[in-house]
T-cell receptor
Framework: DAMVIQNPRYQVTQFGKPVTLSCSQT?????MYWYQQKSSQAPKLLFH???????NEADTPDNFQSRRPNTSFCFLDIRSPGLGDAAMYLC????FGGGNEKLFFGSGTQLSVL | QKEVEQNSGPLSVPEGAIASLNCTYS??????FFWYRQYSGKSPELIMF????GDKEDGRFTAQLNKASQYVSLLIRDSQPSDSATYLC???????????FGAGTTVTVRA
């Protein structure tokens, strides 16, 4: 019955070793978002897709990339993880992409970097 | 100045009491206001949203909005231990895809 699914739930990687986090949705929403959330901080938007259109936040490091091969799936690639990239990564969806709509979050992926 | 400000807490309330959480925002053009509950190590879950000035009630939760004062609050009545979580305030506008989140207020309900 899950609507936004993130895998894996926990990911451990080594410093500098590329890692990919995945998100899938059964809601058929147009918009998929990736947020980074560090302990006791607000979720920080990294980028989002409106359909196939990719929108990067100005302060998102180049180390973070994303792919959306189809409506249902979206991936977050971290090319060379640093210790500062350890965080919870949240995928969320929305039907239309307006700031007045509710977001549906996945369960998150907790990334650790050793 | 942060766009959305919340008292980080922790806010400790006894079981059965009312928990009152506050949120202020800087963008006067904000139109949509959301409260998300986040348990430790879990993802945010929407519990309330409000678009118009005044109160909106849903079960034990009441959201209150005052756009003139740029202030939105959440009341949790008859607090239960299961309400112990961090509550995130989020603010948006229809012509901007981006929600602005506060850092959250941590609530602890004492049994």
């Amino acid at each position: 019955d899950a609507m936004v699914i993130q895998n894996p739930r926990y990911q451990v990687t080594q410093f500098g070793k590329p890692v990919t986090l995945s998100c899938s949705q059964t809601l058929n929403h147009n918009v998929m978002y990736w947020y980074q959330q560090k302990s006791s901080q607000a979720p920080k938007l990294l980028f989002h897709y409106y359909d196939k259109d990719f929108n990067n936040e100005a302060d998102t490091p180049d180390n973070f990339q994303s792919r959306r091969p189809n409506t249902s799936f979206c991936f977050l690639d971290i090319r060379s993880p640093g210790l500062g990239d350890a965080a919870m990564y949240l995928c969320a969806t929305g039907p239309f992409g307006g700031g007045n709509e509710k977001l549906f979050f996945g369960s998150g992926t907790q990334l650790s970097v050793l | 100045q942060k766009e959305v400000e919340q008292n980080s807490g922790p806010l400790s309330v006894p079981e059965g009491a009312i928990a009152s959480l506050n949120c202020t925002y800087s963008d006067r053009g904000s139109q949509s206001f959301f409260w998300y509950r986040q348990y430790s190590g879990k993802s945010p879950e929407l519990i309330m949203f409000i678009y118009s000035n005044g109160d909106k009630e849903d079960g034990r939760f009441t959201a209150q909005l005052n756009k003139a004062s740029q202030y939105v609050s959440l009341l949790i009545r008859d607090s239960q231990p299961s309400d112990s979580a961090t509550y995130l305030c989020a603010v948006g506008r229809s012509n901007d895809y981006k929600l602005s989140f506060g850092a959250g207020t941590t609530v602890t309900v004492r049994a």
